[in-house]
């Protein structure tokens, strides 16, 4: 089983950056891809970006691309989130994901508990 705590939430302006982690423990986190959900009030989850295990495959949604990028570190169990150009509609519970086959944007296995950003106009 696999435990994920994201961390790095807040408020920020418009315009505004702000870098996500997520650690993971219980598991050998080079096995896992790894990625970002998010979900806004009143709408559904929805993927925002995913990792391969050896970091070769990255996606994004069309959303965030350009603005967003995803990275790992596995000697550190971690995957981050670095977000720039923040923008009003990116308010939203972040969550972290993992999965080990191949469900990581859509029906991953694991889940982190979230983290609230919230960008101000």
């Known amino acids: 089983q696999v435990q994920l705590v994201e961390s790095g939430g807040g408020l920020v302006q418009a315009g505004g950056s702000l870098r996500l982690s997520c650690v993971a423990s219980?598991?050998?986190?080079?096995?896992?891809?790894m990625g970002w959900f998010r979900q806004a009030p009143g709408k559904e989850r929805e993927f925002v970006a995913a990792?391969?295990?050896?970091?070769?495959?990255?996606y994004y949604a069309d959303s965030v691309k350009g603005r967003f990028t995803i990275s790992r570190d596995n000697a550190k169990n971690t995957v981050y989130l670095q977000m720039n150009g923040l923008k009003p509609e990116d308010t939203a519970v972040y969550y972290c994901?993992?999965?080990?086959?191949?469900?990581?944007?859509?029906?991953?296995?694991?889940w982190g508990q979230g983290t609230q950003v919230t960008v101000s106009s």
């Open positions: 990792i391969s295990r050896s970091a070769g495959s990255i």
């Open positions: 994901a993992a999965d080990s086959a191949a469900g990581i944007t859509s029906r991953p296995e694991f």
């Open positions: 219980g598991g050998t986190f080079s096995t896992y891809h």
